[in-house]
């Protein structure tokens, strides 16, 4: 029973400790025969996001209400588990036809290959997931205390390049946890990746555990890193001294799972519940952490092998590209901030099955792929994705920026993130016309960040500055953030401005650069070698002091992305 003393994080524990959230469908069922005034509290607050679903806020983000939260709609948001990211089109065809009736025609695609929707109402909620289902798609563990959506490689089994297709692990992996009841009471969200390319598009240095394929000798196995996350106190995965064999995937996952799950200290505060502060915090080790998870699987890992870190990889899939199967493509189409149309769903998976063999992927870079395509039909599937916007040929810009949901939807946002993104891409498109650099643009409605600021080129933060007397949305800047070899969290460089004032600033910076760049230089380079006044100055066009970057404010969510 609850007590006048329990604190915010107590509260969430007794009532883990209450209910197993999946055994709820029925109850799901009558809120939906009972309309919203029907729903407690606790399935509002709590229960609701282990079946990928909460409460969607009203527009104005965590100022329209208190304690860093805003207030809520009596509508929600529902994230489509999509592991790996592999679709097919009829699940596809399913998600566009949910989209048009229950979610207003609009979708997301999320940096962990998720799709997410929006304006569900409880009376439709039961329908929408037994649609889902009927399509083999669930929403179960997308949100919540438990295994998130287990992230991969979209180019799995087709990657000319790839160590292995590791996506039958990651598929094996996710019917372990997906629902499983050993493993909805953990201390927070716990994020996986699972790849066997060499460019690590799944981004294992920012997941909870990180599996990334290699050889050793004709022997195929992964290295494992342990601890990455982003939000407020960004720390990138430790590797552990391991070579997991095949075989050996899904044992040290449930292994780590269960440390995570025991670690009882972590439960004591939730702003310091994700399994990266046992080593930010804690005082453990990748050597502590090693023995403990041996001693939990019963067997001991064999030593590390070396590896190859990928060295300023680009990873948007964008464009076509031959795959490992001669005489085949696949095409990635650039979806701008993440945001899909039911209509652009529905000609996709059309296109996909009239062309190809009906075969889709999303990307943890919000973007959307059709593989297995004969080269003879690669033009014409091009053609059919531009002409509804999925742009196949795009500008640096347009394939570099990602955004998180923002004001528009988010209960924890501070600023509007995807129709500010739209509009940034179009000004600097308009701007710098001629630029070709692979950049990686990310927008964040706030510090906890969903849109992943701080592992790119230049990621910019949502704040509030007043103006007038009214507060106005504005973003603070992080630059020369980075994954593989040149592994770095995102600079924060004391400079802050008016959303409006964003376009400005960043063609200030890229035009410095493409006029003071040396040959062959990125862009992580030329940041790397500019202290932080000098970037201010390019930003702002004037010299300027440092401004201090504004501690989150409020909670730290454990619904959303980051």
């Known amino acids: 029973m609850p007590t006048n003393t329990e604190t915010k994080a107590q509260r969430v524990e007794r009532l883990k400790r209450e209910k197993n ?53 009596p509508y929600f948001m529902v994230r489509i588990r999509i592991p790996n990211g592999l679709l097919r089109s009829h699940q596809l065809h399913t998600i566009a036809d949910v989209t048009e009736r ?28 037994d649609a889902l289902w009927s399509a083999g798609l669930t929403t179960k563990g997308s949100c919540g205390d438990d295994t998130r959506n287990i992230t991969g490689c979209p180019l799995a089994g087709v990657d000319a390049h790839e160590i292995c297709d590791a996506s039958p692990l990651a598929l094996e992996a996710n019917r372990f946890f997906e629902g499983n009841p050993d493993f909805y009471n953990l201390p927070r969200k716990f994020k996986v990746c699972i790849t066997g390319c060499r460019v690590w598009c799944a981004y294992p240095e920012i997941n909870d555990v990180g599996l990334t394929a290699i050889r050793r000798g004709s022997e195929i196995g992964f290295s494992l890193r342990v601890g990455g996350g982003l939000s407020t106190d960004p720390h990138l995965a430790l590797r552990l001294n391991a070579f997991v064999r095949w075989e050996q995937v899904v044992p040290v996952l449930a292994g780590i799972a269960q440390l995570f799950r025991d670690s009882e200290i972590l439960r004591e505060n939730r702003e310091r519940a994700r399994m990266k502060f046992l080593f930010l915090k804690h005082g453990w080790s990748a050597d502590s952490f090693q023995e403990e998870l041996e001693r939990r699987v019963g067997f ?122 739209r509009w940034l891409v179009e000004e600097l498109e308009e701007r710098l016309p001629g630029f ?39 973003y603070y800047f992080c630059v020369g953030g980075a994954v593989g070899l040149h592994q770095s969290i995102a600079r924060p460089i004391g400079y802050r401005c008016l959303a409006s004032e964003v376009p400005d600033a960043i063609e200030r910076l890229l035009q410095r650069y493409l006029q003071e760049r040396l040959p062959g230089e990125n862009l992580r380079k030329f940041f790397a070698r500019h202290s932080d006044e000098e970037l201010r100055e390019c930003l702002a066009g004037r010299f300027l002091a440092a401004v201090a970057r504004d501690a989150s404010p409020g909670r730290v969510p454990h619904a959303v992305e980051g």
């Open 21 to 73: 959230p999946w055994e709820g469908l029925e109850e799901i069922r009558r809120f939906g025969r009972e309309g919203f005034s029907a729903i407690p509290p606790e399935w509002l607050g709590t229960y609701f996001r282990w079946w990928g679903v909460y409460t969607q806020g009203d527009g104005a983000g965590a100022i329209g209400g208190q304690g860093g939260e805003g207030k809520a709609l």
């Open 102 to 129: 229950y979610a207003r025609g609009t979708a997301d695609i999320t940096v962990r290959q998720n799709i997410q929707l929006h304006w569900v109402t409880i009376q439709a909620l039961p329908e929408l997931l």
């Open 300 to 421: 001991r890992l064999d030593p590390a092998v070396p590896e190859q870190r990928p060295d300023d990889v680009y990873r948007d899939h964008v464009g076509a590209h031959p795959q490992k199967q001669p005489g085949y493509s696949y095409v990635g189409a650039a979806v701008l901030r993440g945001r899909i149309s039911a209509e652009q769903m529905r000609r996709a998976a059309d296109l996909a099955d009239e062309f190809a063999g009906g075969e889709l992927r999303t990307t943890n870079m919000q973007n959307l792929l059709v593989v297995n395509i004969p080269n003879r039909n690669v033009e014409q599937l091009a053609q059919g994705l531009e002409a509804v916007g999925l742009r196949v040929g795009a500008s640096p810009f347009w394939r570099g920026a990602i955004a998180c949901s923002g004001t528009e939807f988010c209960k924890l946002a501070i600023t509007e993130t995807k129709s500010f993104a």
């Open 436 to 474: 070709e650099q692979h950049l990686k643009l990310h927008v964040t409605g706030c510090p906890n960040s969903c849109g992943q600021h701080w592992i790119a080129d230049i990621g910019i933060e949502g704040k509030k500055i007043k103006v007038a007397g009214r507060l106005q949305d504005a």
